[in-house]
């Protein structure tokens, strides 16, 4: 955790030291994204929309599914906010801090051998947490942008870390 909060405070400390340009205010993007989940170790698929409400803030809901690997699989609803900073001069370039809230739920399959049956129970654990990360944006065309996001999404006894690349359309 220690860590976590050093390195946070180094990319805010970076943000800070950028030359910072305008973001387009009121731009929507739609999008999908793939990834990869730390929790059960198995890829992540989902679907993001984002609204920017000013050059320095967007909020950037998401929906994602994690796939079943070691028994687990799982399905997360977040809603981050991202703070966005263009950090090239052709203006392509995007790095954004990003903090929200997340509600993941996780199932788990047991198998219980009996000497008439063999049961498979499937338990199921909901949590709200929070997330915390960044990530960066490549706009190719006036309407197609590209991004790479990590984050960690703390949640008691289910936290994990996310990392995810995505494509998206926008309006």
């Keep these: 955790m220690k860590a976590l909060k050093s390195l946070l405070a180094a990319i805010a400390i970076a943000l800070l030291a950028l030359p910072i340009q305008a973001q387009h205010r009121g731009e929507t993007s ?26 320095h803030f967007r909020l950037s809901p998401n929906i994602d599914y994690i796939f079943e690997h070691h028994d687990q699989d799982g399905a997360a609803v977040n809603i981050n906010a991202h703070f966005p900073f263009i950090v090239s001069q052709n203006q392509k370039w995007c790095l954004y801090p990003l903090a929200g809230l997340t509600y993941s739920t996780w199932s788990r399959k047991h198998v219980h051998d009996t000497l008439d049956d063999t049961n498979d129970v499937t338990t199921r654990d909901s949590r709200i947490g929070l997330n915390l990360g960044g990530g960066i944006e490549l706009r190719c065309t006036e309407s197609l942008k590209l991004n790479f996001e990590a984050k960690a999404a703390l949640v008691k006894r289910y936290s994990t870390g996310a990392f995810n690349i995505g494509i998206a359309y926008i309006f």
């Design 30 to 55: 739609l999008g999908v994204r793939g990834g990869w989940n730390t929790r059960n170790h198995s890829p992540m698929a989902g679907i993001f929309f984002q609204y920017q409400f000013s050059e």
